[in-house]
């Protein structure tokens, strides 16, 4: 296993198991931060002077280590094994109608700006003898999410990562998400969601069931 640092290594593993799992083998402590290169900070250190700061005064001192945290948090996903977050959640089951996951929040980083973009994404399938366990729909998201991403990558990933695992007869994901890099920056526009969807099998092939799967979107789950 990859060495990472604790903080790290923790995101990894929440994304990987649920509490009560075996995580599979022993897990390797490395020490807080993790390796201590220093390119990061220093980079953190050229940039603030370059916006003319002073990198120096007290409350940027423990800026460039904030930072370097806090992006390999943001990051972590590029360290999840799918194998160990499928583990054991995979179900022969005879059930053959759509299977829907809706809104389920998400952070990512544009790749574009280094700037998070955020909201929901709602993902569905119709399984063909198998399923996946509720639960690791949000991390299956979150794998992806916590990476550099461009919003319709992510959510051809989520949406080919399904495909594989269950091989359904069809998978649609839709994605709603804010980009601080549009709302911040220039013309204000604040409340710009951007939509991306990736539909494969029936969900492509089929209208009525890419209806279906769009009408369920618009229904809001009872008691909100
Ligand atoms: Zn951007």
């Not at 299977?99 to 544009?110: A, G, N, R, T």
Request: with cysteine; glycine share 8%.
């Amino acid at each position: 296993m990859k060495s990472l640092p604790e903080h790290v290594r923790q995101i990894v593993n929440e994304i990987e198991t649920e509490i009560g799992d075996d995580p599979g083998g022993a897990i390797e402590r490395v020490p807080l931060g993790g390796p201590e290169n220093g390119r990061v900070e220093a980079a953190v250190r050229e940039i603030l002077a370059e916006i003319g700061e002073d990198p120096d005064r007290p409350g940027l001192v423990g800026t460039p280590d904030r930072v370097h945290r806090m992006y390999t948090e943001l990051t972590a996903g590029y360290h999840v094994d799918p194998a160990r977050l499928v583990n054991n959640a995979i179900f022969d089951v005879d059930y053959s109608e759509m299977v829907i996951v809706k809104d389920v929040p998400f952070y990512s980083l544009c790749e574009h700006h280094l700037l998070p973009f955020f909201g929901s994404a709602s993902v569905a399938y119709i399984p063909r003898g198998r399923v996946i366990g509720l639960s690791k729909i949000p991390r299956i998201v979150e794998m992806y999410a916590r990476r550099l991403q461009i919003q319709e990558r992510l959510t051809q990933q989520i949406a080919d990562f399904i495909q594989i695992q269950l091989e359904p007869q069809g998978v649609g994901v839709v994605l709603e998400a804010t980009h601080l890099c549009s709302v911040m920056r220039g013309v204000r526009k604040p409340g710009t969601v951007m939509t991306t969807s990736a539909v494969l099998g029936l969900f492509r092939s089929r209208d009525k069931t890419r209806a279906e799967f769009l009408a369920h979107l618009e229904r809001r789950p009872p008691g909100a």
